[in-house]
């Protein structure tokens, strides 16, 4: 049992590139969620689709687009790369009803 | 105004020590409250979750809300080298319906062997 997958692990951008993180999760959950985590700032919500078919903002969605792909997959897309948007970055996933956030491994991003 | 606020530390215990950490939030209609630990490195899980006013007991760790004055904390009884990581207190503010959970920005804990 997998949990949640994100790829890549690493990655390094030159400003104004694009690319796309990848989340899934093999437990069936509703509810995705990205996250970024900056030192002195915590975890702050960028996206999150609460079922199939929906995405909402957080708190920082400036320069973020997503896409609820199917059930399983929720990708996070940069689509000009800026150094501010130098994070780590965590995907989590939650099952309806209950409300424990079950998180990826994390992207670390470097933007150049 | 953070609407889930954080001493980001270093607090720092010896070993067999009870470590207490505090966390303050400013909408009063959260429901839950909820404890994630992060070693360094790692990615958060979570370790205590509380809804309603007083303690919430689970081996080695306490959870306290207090709703009237927007304040949870988590305590750690016997604290070990083990524990030393940094705890994240995360607020779930419903909206419509829709769960947002939002974060602290973490208190790093060092537990002195």
Known sequence: NAGVTQTPKFQVLKT???????CAQDMNHNSMYWYRQDPGMG??????????????????????????????????RLESAAPSQTSVYFCASR?????????????????L | QKEVEQNSGPL????GA???LNCTYS?????????????SGKSPELIMSIYSNGDKEDGRFTAQLNKASQYVSLLIRDSQP????????AVNGVTSGTYKYIFGTGTRLKVLA
């Open chain 1, 16 to 22: 104004g590139q694009s690319m796309t993180l990848q």
């Open chain 2, 82 to 89: 083990s524990d030393s990581a940094t705890y994240l207190c």
């Open chain 2, 12 to 15: 720092s215990v010896p070993e």
């Open chain 1, 43 to 76: 975890l702050r919500l960028i996206y999150y689709s609460a079922s199939e078919g929906t995405t909402d903002k957080g708190e920082v969605p400036n320069g973020y687009n997503v896409s609820r792909l199917n059930k399983r997959e929720f990708s996070l």
């Open chain 2, 27 to 39: 909408d009063r209609v959260s429901q839950s409250f909820f404890w994630y630990r992060q070693y």
């Open chain 2, 18 to 20: 009870i470590a207490s």
């Open chain 1, 95 to 111: 099952r309806t009803g209950e409300e424990k956030l079950f998180f990826g491994s994390g992207t670390q991003l470097s933007v």
